[in-house]
């Protein structure tokens, strides 16, 4: 049985730092593409970033980028997603997710992605 379990989360106020992991358990973890995506209230959710299996191949929604990083350690089988510069806008549920391929092109769309977490809030206060 797939689990992926999202932690990090919480309340913190723009400018600030949050960093975001996700456990996954019950998949060749090392062999999958990883997903963020985020969802706002009453927003669809969004492509935040993603993350080749081997780490070498990251890439950003162009509202985070510069700002976020995607990171994995194939050894604790687990994907991070460090926050910096956080704005108000930012704030949502976040979700990891998993995508069953080894991909050099990203992966954007929700449709792509086979197994999801149960999300983390984040909000950032102005």
């Known amino acids: 049985q797939v689990q992926l379990v999202e932690s990090g989360g919480g309340l913190v106020q723009a400018g600030g730092s949050l960093r975001l992991s996700c456990a996954a358990s019950?998949?060749?973890?090392?062999?999958?593409?990883m997903g963020w995506f985020r969802q706002a209230p009453g927003k669809e959710r969004e492509f935040v970033a993603q993350?080749?299996?081997?780490?070498?191949?990251?890439d950003y929604a162009d509202s985070v980028k510069g700002r976020f990083t995607i990171s994995r350690d194939n050894a604790k089988n687990t994907v991070y997603l460090q926050m910096n510069s956080l704005k108000p806008e930012d704030t949502a549920v976040y979700y990891c997710?998993?995508?069953?391929?080894?991909?050099?092109?990203?992966?954007?769309?929700?449709?792509?992605?086979?197994?999801w977490g149960q999300g983390t809030q984040v909000t950032v206060s102005s």
């Open positions: 997710a998993v995508r069953r391929v080894r991909a050099v092109v990203p992966g954007r769309r929700v449709t792509e992605y086979d197994y």
């Open positions: 019950g998949l060749p973890f090392s062999s999958y593409n």
């Open positions: 993350i080749s299996w081997s780490g070498s191949i990251p």
